[in-house]
């Protein structure tokens, strides 16, 4: 049974899957530090400084009373739909900015395929039929 399962775990699926997901993890990292440290800044101040993570409603009274969301989780249950349209915001962005790298991806592949291959060199009984037409209209 454990030949099987390192036979299974060894297999280049499962170890290319491995890897893809070890690479998503730091691409999310990356992703992650885009939308948070230089995008999202931008709509901030384009929007005129707005913070959507401390809009929230409060279902308890300490909870409502509350002056960020932190203090009034701590109060209380509360709905923090702040958080929830940022990370709203952050996903459309992550969506639209993987939109544009795979359609990058792809324009340069159409490249690569679309370049003609040069011609394979002529055989030696084309050659030979070449020759022979040349001759023949040499002669008349």
Known sequence: ???EFKKFAMRG?????????IIGAAFSKIIDSL???IIMPIIGRIA?????TNYFVGLTPAASQAATYDAAKKAGATLGYGT???VSVNFLIIAWV?????KGINRVSKREEEAPAAPPPPTKEQELLTEIRDLLKARS
């Open 84 to 86: 929830f349209l940022t």
């Open 35 to 37: 939308v948070n440290d």
């Open 48 to 52: 005129g400084g707005l913070d959507f």
């Open 98 to 102: 993987l939109f544009l790298v795979i």
């Open 13 to 21: 699926n499962v170890v290319d899957l491995a890897i893809g997901v």
């Open 1 to 3: 049974m454990l030949q």
